[in-house]
């Protein structure tokens, strides 16, 4: 907006014009009355939107608020505590196998080297006419007297002169000085 030189009132103070001082302050006033006049304009805003269908706080709804929102449902306790017991059930019955497989496995092995025992025991009890080696193999036979024999001839070596009553055992001598059974008779 213009100003004009005849708008600003004339101060008189030692004979000169302060024409500054006014044009400030009618700048000053001007531009108050500009943005009082813009703020008054924002304050009338109506809002289109009836305030009866619209939330203040939207995220805090139990259901969706908008049209494209996902669809919430509301959660059934006894089908989430029945899937984890049937879940937990069935992870606990898969673990329980596992161990029980693993008892038979050890009993088998318990039981293996009870008989090799029983075989060493036969062994040492037995007739040898020689020093076993470590690593070869040998077999073990029951004579008619019941006396045990320790032999470096297999049972399908013998041919028809045979001079024992019953084949026992195919053994090697292991590290450790028990017999691994190869093969029962």
Known sequence: MPYRTSDFVPILEGG?????????LCLYLCS???????????????NPIDKDKIAEN?????????VGGSVIKPVDEGAVKGKAIRAMEQQ???????IKMQIELLA??????QKRKEISEMIYDATLSFEPLIGHTYHLYEREDEITILS?????????????????ATVRLLADH???????G
């Open 16 to 24: 000169r014009w302060f024409f500054c001082l006014i044009k400030t």
């Open 32 to 46: 108050y009355c500009e943005i009082s006049t813009k703020m008054s304009e924002k304050k009338d805003f109506v």
């Open 58 to 66: 939207p995220h805090s709804l139990p259901y969706a608020h908008t």
């Open 92 to 98: 606990t019955d898969m673990q329980m196998d596992q």
């Open 108 to 113: 088998e092995q318990a039981r293996a080297i």
């Open 152 to 168: 470096l001839i297999s049972p399908r070596e013998w041919g028809r002169s045979k001079t024992y009553q019953r084949f026992v």
């Open 178 to 184: 028990t017999w691994d059974v190869l093969e029962e």
